[in-house]
């Protein structure tokens, strides 16, 4: 078991920054990757970024490239989701998960999930 637990979401106003953490616990070692979703009212669970635990080899989504980043630190088991140029259209609530194997862009792949933090943009 892998537990997830986010934290560092809040408001900010448009073309601000925040970063989100999320603290693994438990069987830290058997995760291939730490992914990063969000979830806007009346949406699906979107993929926003992936970070492979070997390598730190990092994917994101078209949407958020080149403005968000997501980095880890091994000894403290975190993995931070770096946010800069927020837009309106991030706003969302935010989850980390970690997943054993498979296609890191699907939900499906993901065996363990957080409880989520919102992220408000204002315009």
């Known amino acids: 078991q892998v537990q997830l637990v986010e934290s560092g979401g809040g408001l900010v106003q448009a073309g601000g920054s925040l970063r989100l953490s999320c603290a693994a616990s438990?069987?830290?070692?058997?995760?291939?990757?730490m992914g990063w979703f969000r979830q806007a009212p009346g949406k699906e669970r979107m993929f926003v970024g992936v970070?492979?635990?070997?390598?730190?080899?990092?994917f994101y989504a078209d949407s958020v490239k080149g403005r968000f980043t997501i980095s880890r630190d091994n000894a403290k088991n975190t993995v931070y989701l770096q946010m800069n140029s927020l837009k309106p259209e991030d706003t969302a609530v935010y989850y980390c998960?970690?997943?054993?194997?498979?296609?890191?862009?699907?939900?499906?792949?993901?065996?363990?999930w957080g409880q989520g933090t919102q992220v408000t943009v204002s315009s």
């Open positions: 998960a970690a997943a054993l194997r498979g296609n890191y862009y699907l939900l499906s792949s993901y065996n363990y």
């Open positions: 438990g069987r830290t070692s058997s995760p291939n990757a």
């Open positions: 970070i492979t635990w070997a390598g730190s080899v990092t």
